[in-house]
């Protein structure tokens, strides 16, 4: 079992920038690929970025390659989301998930945190 704890949304100019943060508790951090996903109103939710369990690979939406970033840092059980050169179109409530694949698929992450909003004026 994993939770996952989401934080760092908020109400931000188009441009800006800001960091999510997803804190997991457990000892088995380090056993997941971690990824991020988004939710608009009215819209599906939708894959933005996944890192692989031990730092390597990660996967990225065309949508923010070049300004978003994720790392992890499995001796804290927390994966972060550098998202850098915000737009309007970036507004949604973000959330985490945890996988036992590197996968863009959210049908296989097993666990997911309560999310966060981020919202971007224009």
């Known amino acids: 079992q994993v939770q996952l704890v989401e934080s760092g949304g908020g109400l931000v100019q188009a441009g800006a920038s800001l960091r999510l943060s997803c804190a997991a508790s457990?000892?088995?951090?380090?056993?997941?690929?971690m990824g991020w996903f988004r939710q608009a109103p009215g819209k599906e939710r939708e894959f933005v970025v996944a890192?692989?369990?031990?730092?390597?690979?990660?996967y990225y939406a065309d949508s923010v390659k070049g300004r978003f970033t994720i790392s992890r840092d499995n001796a804290k059980n927390t994966v972060y989301l550098q998202m850098n050169s915000l737009k309007p179109e970036d507004t949604a409530v973000y959330y985490c998930?945890?996988?036992?694949?590197?996968?863009?698929?959210?049908?296989?992450?097993?666990?997911w945190g309560q999310g966060t909003q981020v919202t971007v004026s224009s």
């Open positions: 890192i692989s369990r031990n730092n390597v690979s990660t």
């Open positions: 998930a945890a996988a036992f694949i590197l996968t863009t698929n959210p049908g296989a992450y097993s666990y």
């Open positions: 457990g000892r088995t951090f380090s056993s997941y690929a």
